[in-house]
């Protein structure tokens, strides 16, 4: 089993509605969990950062973090068609190197 | 600010032949990895840098070796090509130093072996 999962989709919705992308995780020493987006061809770009368990919110998106049920979300409001992207979880532990563990990743197509 | 840069972008080699991927940053960042992405499995870690004159194995090392030249500049090489090692390539950089860095990606080398 894979330390982090993540629903490959693909997810299709129209636009201006809300989005939920999720990952489940099973290491307990993860701390740090963060969202990529990635469009195509390109590399993937930090899109949000959370420390611990809690929602932290960056204009139309907002990140939770569950450590008591090891469970992450990102929510998109008002999706645009400019959303339509890779979104990948990744998460690390407390040592302080950058190296991460990610999802597969979700692709999410938003219709005009 | 060119951030991560990495050189090729695309790339075909005969399944034997060796080759090596470039990557630089001028972001000052101490550590630097080589990711590869496959469909299906997400970013899988092949080799990192802490630090200049050091280097760790990942999640994947196995038909690659890197060389940290110095504190820009991260290279992933190939000595002898297999098809498995058909991927996309991501280079990396962050900050050490504390627990709460996250990295920054380049802008991918695309690989085929044929």
């Known amino acids: 089993q894979k330390e982090v999962e993540q629903d490959p989709g693909p997810l299709s919705v129209p636009e201006g509605a809300i989005v939920s992308l999720n990952c489940t995780y099973s290491n307990s020493a993860f701390q740090y969990f963060m969202w990529y987006r990635q469009y195509s061809r390109k590399g993937p770009e930090l899109l949000m950062y959370t420390y611990s368990s809690g929602n932290k919110e960056d204009g139309r998106f907002t990140a939770q973090v569950d450590k008591s049920s090891k469970y992450i979300s990102l929510f998109i409001r008002d999706s645009q068609p400019s959303d339509s992207a890779t979104y990948l979880c990744a998460m690390k532990g407390s040592s302080n190197t950058g190296k991460l563990i990610f999802g597969q990743g979700t692709t999410l197509q938003v219709k005009p | 600010n060119a951030g991560v840069t990495q050189t090729p972008k695309f790339q075909v080699l005969k399944t034997g032949q060796s080759m090596t991927l470039q990557c630089a940053q001028d972001m000052n960042h101490n550590s630097m990895y080589w990711y590869r992405q496959d469909p299906g499995m997400g970013l899988r870690l092949i080799y990192y840098s802490a630090s200049e004159g050091t280097t760790d194995k990942g999640e994947v090392p196995n038909g690659y070796n890197v060389s940290r030249l110095n504190k820009r500049e991260f290279s992933l090489r190939l000595e002898s090509a297999a098809p498995s090692q058909t991927s996309v390539y991501f280079c990396?950089?962050?900050?050490?130093?504390?627990?709460?860095?996250?990295?920054?990606f380049g802008e991918g080398s695309w690989l085929t072996v044929v």
């Open positions: 990396a950089s962050s900050v050490t130093g504390y627990s709460g860095n996250t990295i920054y």
